[in-house]
Nanobody, 127 residues
Framework: QVQLVESGGGLVQAGGSLRLSCAAS????????MGWFRQAPGKEREFVAA????????????EYNDSVKGRFTISRDNAKNTMYLQMSSLKPEDTALYYC????????????????WGQGTQVTVSS
């Protein structure tokens, strides 16, 4: 079983920056895909970003929701079993509960593809 714990959420002003962290424990693998999703009240859980193993060596690929491209950066430190989401130029519409997720599969943007989830960390962006 894999356990995921998010941290780093908080209240920031529009235009500000925030870095989220996701610490993984239990049986984890460098080949796992790890990603970030977010959910605002009354809305579906939305894909934000993911990083997955290419299948070759230590090459990984990152992908992003179009709404965050150029503003958010996903990264992972396999030695620390930690994933990060660096968020810049934050907008009020970024306000949501942000979830860390993982799967053994080389997956993409669909929430149904992920087996493991954290409890979420709240990000609130004021105008």
């Amino acid at each position: 079983q894999v356990q995921l714990v998010e941290s780093g959420g908080g209240l920031v002003q529009a235009g500000g920056s925030l870095r989220l962290s996701c610490a993984a424990s239990g049986r984890t693998f460098s080949s796992y895909t790890m990603g970030w999703f977010r959910q605002a009240p009354g809305k579906e859980r939305e894909f934000v970003a993911a990083v997955r193993w290419s299948g070759i060596g230590s090459i990984y690929y990152a992908e992003y929701n179009d709404s965050v491209k150029g503003r958010f950066t996903i990264s992972r430190d396999n030695a620390k079993n930690t994933m990060y989401l660096q968020m810049s130029s934050l907008k009020p519409e970024d306000t949501a509960l942000y979830y860390c997720a993982a799967t053994i599969k080389r997956s993409g943007s669909r929430r149904e593809e992920y087996e493991y989830w954290g409890q979420g960390t709240q990000v609130t962006v004021s105008s």
